[in-house]
């Protein structure tokens, strides 16, 4: 398993997590342009992610979540309160709920 945080503060968060055959991001802080380059200085490629994860709906972890699923067309796993919490998450096409506090998966 590989986990590279890509940001941690106020400005932004977001986690890489992969396994030989899943790759996902945990929270997108920030927009499409600073994404690639902070994966690209990790060595990491946007277009092996499958999946992002939203923990909660402040902005620091969602303000890319559109940009990213519009360009990769990957789901987005988020609990309803997050869905509700911020308009435009409402208007993902591809997004699964999960139950917090209860187990759930994503890839392997």
């Known amino acids: 398993m590989q986990v ?23 929270d997108v802080g920030f927009g499409l342009r600073s994404l690639r380059r902070r994966l690209e200085e990790a060595s990491l490629r946007l277009d092996d992610v499958q999946a992002l994860i939203l923990s909660h709906g402040h902005s620091d972890h969602v303000a890319g979540a559109t940009a990213l699923t519009n ?13 509700d919490e ?6 993902l096409g591809r997004w699964e709920c999960f139950a917090a506090g209860q187990p759930f998966s994503v890839g392997n």
């Open 4 to 26: 590279c945080v890509l940001g941690s503060g106020s400005a932004g968060n977001c986690t890489y997590i992969a396994t030989d055959q899943s790759h996902i991001l945990l």
């Open 86 to 91: 911020v308009p435009e998450l409402r208007e």
């Open 71 to 83: 360009e990769l067309g990957v789901p987005v796993f988020m609990n309803q309160g997050t869905r």
